[in-house]
């Protein structure tokens, strides 16, 4: 089973950064596309950005500019830089892996899930 343990989120002012990491952990075999999506109050998830494990990135046309998402492959960790976060950008912020574990196949994993809050 592949665990996925999210860090890094908090209340930060409009215009503030925060940065979120997501390690990955257990007997994984590979890796193929890491990321994040979120979910706000009322709304259904929506994904952020992805990185595969080339390095080619993905991203949420409204984060485009402002946020990177970056991984080491070593670690098996992956990275969300969020610059001049604006208030639509509160949610809850969960971390995603589609990995091939032991005795799962390749399958697609889900952090708990870290609070981002911004204020005015």
């Known amino acids: 089973q592949v665990q996925l343990v999210e860090s890094g989120g908090g209340l930060v002012q409009a215009g503030g950064s925060l940065r979120l990491s997501c390690a990955a952990s257990?007997?994984?075999?590979?890796?193929?596309?890491m990321g994040w999506y979120r979910q706000a109050p009322g709304k259904q998830r929506e994904l952020v950005a992805t990185?595969?494990?080339?390095?080619?990135?993905n991203y949420a046309d409204s984060v485009k500019g402002r946020f990177t998402v970056s991984r080491d492959n070593a670690k098996n960790t992956v990275y969300l830089q969020m610059n001049s976060l604006k208030v639509e950008d509160t949610a809850v912020y969960y971390c995603?892996?589609?990995?091939?574990?032991?005795?799962?196949?390749?399958?697609?994993?889900w952090g708990q899930g870290t609070q981002v809050t911004v204020s005015s």
């Open positions: 990185v595969t494990g080339g390095g080619s990135t």
């Open positions: 995603y892996a589609n990995a091939y574990g032991l005795g799962h196949g390749t399958r697609d994993y």
């Open positions: 257990g007997i994984i075999f590979s890796i193929n596309s």
